[in-house]
């Protein structure tokens, strides 16, 4: 690994400051996919700011929303009651992130700010319409993911919450995995909520998560997984690599997103 | 250089690291604790694994800056000063749950985690699953699994007396 110079900022309007000042510094979350990328040296920041400092973590719920720290680990929200009641699918999709060690650093800011084509949590964001806070704005998910490893974050701004609205009728997640890496092949979030009846899917599209409009028709008027058995996904644009090809991926989202509205 | 100061094993430890400086290469380099193993150095085999504030962690993925006023617990810190096993350590032995040993330290510190987490009670496919950040390439699994759950009586007894 390349040095660099470590600083832990200890209020979010700092490490704001420092990350503007230098255009070759990295936010350090949880670091579980940003560590083993300065190992293999594929990054080589002048500074690594760390948001340990920022008291971002924790988990609040009012009657419309679940809003949950940019710092809480995969293992807080998967362990969370309230969490769990309000929004059993996010619950689930977080105690399937990784490992338990990976979920005991691994933060839903980093992942999202990270925007991974493979990672969980892009799927729940954008099938629940949650809003990304920022220390300047909101941004809504349908605007955050702009393609692989690509968000609307500008080059100085920090994730500080991530907002769900309430109620949640309907919530699950289903992940087919990857079985060496066990990250999603295909991953498969569908909800039912204050954005409507959404489905997303993570891991297959080669430019990230994104929605299934012909689904969230056929589950708005019926709510089964016969009323999808019949959606064929175009394969166009799926990923296709050692692992799987794109047809078979396409196979995949039909197959997770029953199973996802059978358990929700 | 920066200086820290954090507990590793109930002890207080200060030290000079890097900005770079891995939590595991401070624990192994310059505390010479080398209980926890570098196995792949890619955050998949788990023999790193060591306990951060009560929360098991992969000790290769994560700074000693990051580590900084934490409390560290790694294999060497388990066993009593009289040198009596922890239950996990005590069950692994009896239930031979290790072949050549590499990912042994990472195995017991994951699983005293798992069972510490699970106190309404573990099956077996629960141990097999939250395993999933150990390998073990030996693929001892069988008896670590044992092990594992002949612990959890043991474990649950000592926090209920």
């Known amino acids: ?264 | 250089m920066p200086t820290i100061s954090l507990k590793v094993n109930g002890k207080a430890v200060s030290a000079e690291v890097e900005g770079r400086t891995l939590l595991v290469e401070l624990l192994r380099e310059k505390l010479g604790l080398t209980g926890t193993h570098i196995g792949c150095d890619t955050s998949q085999c788990g023999a790193c694994v060591v306990h951060v504030n009560g929360d098991s962690v992969k000790s290769c993925t994560m700074l000693a800056l990051q580590a900084d006023g934490a409390e560290v617990t790694t294999i060497e810190g388990l066993a009593a000063a009289d040198g009596t096993l922890h239950p996990m350590q005590a069950m692994f032995r009896e239930h031979h749950a290790l072949q050549c040993g590499y990912c042994t330290p990472g195995m017991v510190m994951s699983a005293i985690d798992i069972v510490q987490k699970h106190p309404e009670g573990l099956s077996e496919e629960q141990i097999r699953e939250e395993l999933e950040g150990n390998l073990c390439r030996c693929t001892g699994y069988h008896n670590i699994v044992k092990a594992i759950a002949a612990a959890f009586p043991l474990m649950h007894q000592k926090h209920a007396a």
């Open chain 1, 1 to 264: 690994m390349y040095d660099f110079a470590y600083q832990k900022p200890a209020s979010v309007a700092d490490a704001v400051k420092l990350l503007a000042g230098d255009a070759e510094a990295k936010l350090l979350a949880g670091g579980q996919t940003f560590i083993p990328v300065l190992k293999q040296r594929l990054n080589k920041p002048s500074a690594v700011i760390d948001l340990a400092g920022l008291k971002l973590s924790g988990i609040s719920v009012s009657a419309n929303s679940v809003t949950i720290g940019a710092m809480t680990t995969h293992a807080t929200v998967a362990r969370s009651a309230e969490v769990k009641k309000a929004i059993p699918g996010l619950a689930m999709l977080a105690s399937w992130i990784g490992d338990n060690q990976v979920r005991h650093r691994g933060t839903i800011g980093g992942s999202l700010a990270n925007n991974d084509p493979s990672a969980c949590y892009p799927a729940a964001v954008l099938a629940l319409g949650a809003v990304i806070k920022t220390n300047k704005r909101a941004i809504k998910a349908d605007d955050f993911f702009q393609g692989m490893f690509t968000t609307a974050l500008e080059p100085d701004e920090i994730i500080t919450a991530v907002e769900f609205p309430l109620p949640v009728e309907k919530s699950a997640y289903e992940k087919f995995r990857q079985p060496a890496s066990r990250y999603a092949m295909v991953g498969v979030f569908v909800a039912k909520g204050p954005a409507g009846v959404r489905v997303a899917v993570t891991g297959a599209g080669q430019n990230g998560v994104f929605r299934v409009p012909e689904m969230e028709a056929a589950l708005a008027k019926s709510w089964s997984p016969d009323a999808i058995a019949g959606v064929k996904v175009s394969p166009e644009g799926l990923n296709s690599d050692i692992h799987g090809s794109a047809a078979y991926r396409a196979h995949l989202i039909t197959v997770m997103a029953k199973r996802a509205v059978a358990a929700a």
